[in-house]
């Protein structure tokens, strides 16, 4: 599996998506298609969605080889810390709004954390679910990334 895009990607390649909300007196709604009309810029193939999760803990601590993923705060908020690997300050983003996506690239490590009473995290993702394509040690990660430094 190609390791390519750990020696290349930024945080800066993160990119908050807003998508768009039809609204009305009963209420909003998103949506997220396949296709030309996608906001993401790739297919989805898979859904997941992390709820129950105390306000102390701290999920995710992995990068991804070849996945692209866009986490949505479908109920309340969390903050996402963004780690490219290059020894700047990870990034901070708080996403607190159902119609806010942030699309994470391959190759950046991100930790979840300050999750909100009720919040709930959905993740797009770009790939079946393959444990092979995580990295989920953080020496290995900075082993990867090292051309970045
Ligand atoms: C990510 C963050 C935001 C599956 O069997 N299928 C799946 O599609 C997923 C995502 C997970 N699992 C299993 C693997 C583990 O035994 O569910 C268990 C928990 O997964 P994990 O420890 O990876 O959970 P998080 O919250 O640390 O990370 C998850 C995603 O795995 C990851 O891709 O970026 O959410």
Redesign the pocket.
């Known amino acids: 599996m190609s390791t390519d895009f750990h020696a290349k990607s930024s945080t800066q390649d993160c990119r908050l998506i807003e998508l768009e909300r039809f609204g009305s007196l009963e209420g909003t709604l998103s949506v997220v298609e396949n296709g030309a009309a996608s906001p993401l810029g790739y297919d989805v193939s898979?859904v997941?969605y992390?709820f129950d999760t105390p306000a102390e803990a701290s999920?995710?601590?992995?990068s991804?080889l070849m996945?692209y993923?866009t986490?949505v705060a479908l109920s309340g908020s969390f903050d996402?810390l963004l780690d490219d690997g290059s020894g700047s300050e990870p990034r901070r983003v708080c996403l607190n709004r159902p119609n806010l996506g942030l699309l994470?690239p391959p190759g950046i490590w991100?930790t979840?954390e300050n999750f909100s009473a009720g919040s709930v995290?959905m993740?797009l993702?770009k790939n079946?679910?393959d444990?092979a394509e995580?990295v989920?040690d953080y020496d290995e990660f900075l082993r990867l990334t090292a051309s970045k430094r």
Request: charged residues 25%; aromatic residues 14%.
């Open positions: 898979r997941f992390i999920r995710g601590g992995h991804h996945d993923q986490l996402v994470i991100r979840m995290c993740a993702a079946p679910y444990e995580y989920r």
